[in-house]
């Protein structure tokens, strides 16, 4: 399965790539560590190595997005030097950091996140 993973135009983001590899299912599994289907194999080192060198790839996908919003948020206060951030000039940015409020409000924000949000200069948990 690691080698149908090269085929021309695969995106990870669907079921069923451009090739007609079912290729969501099969790295979901991988990701929660489970063995997939072809001959119940696990993933080899070599397969590990060839899946972590792909471009987007990621063993923890919302762990990433997270990091990369994180990031995004950390860029926004250091070039705007504010905690005000605009929902008509960042829209998806906005969403998150209301989102992270809203998941802190009802504890349901990790003890680490709410560490690294709040090492941030400008953040606040105002609504």
């Known amino acids: 399965m690691i080698e149908k993973i090269r085929c021309k135009s695969y995106s990870l983001r669907f079921n069923i790539s451009p090739c007609g590899y079912k290729l969501g299912d099969w790295v979901a599994n991988l990701r929660r560590g489970r063995e997939y289907q072809v001959g119940k194999n696990t993933v080899t080192i070599e397969q590990k190595k060839i899946l ?23 860029e926004y206060f250091a070039s705007n030097n504010t905690s005000k951030i605009s929902k008509k000039d960042n ?37």
């Not at 063993?59 to 995004?72: H, Y």
């Not at 009802?106 to 606040?124: F, V």
Request: proline share 5%; charged share 25%; net charge positive.
């Open 52 to 74: 972590e060198a792909l471009p987007g790839w990621s063993w923890s996908p919302f762990e990433s997005a997270w990091n990369i919003m994180f990031s995004n948020l950390k």
């Open 91 to 127: 829209p998806k940015l906005y969403t998150w950091c209301r989102n992270q409020k809203k998941y802190y409000s009802k504890d349901k924000l990790s003890e680490y996140r709410i560490k690294k949000l709040e090492s941030l200069n400008h953040w606040n948990w105002e609504l």
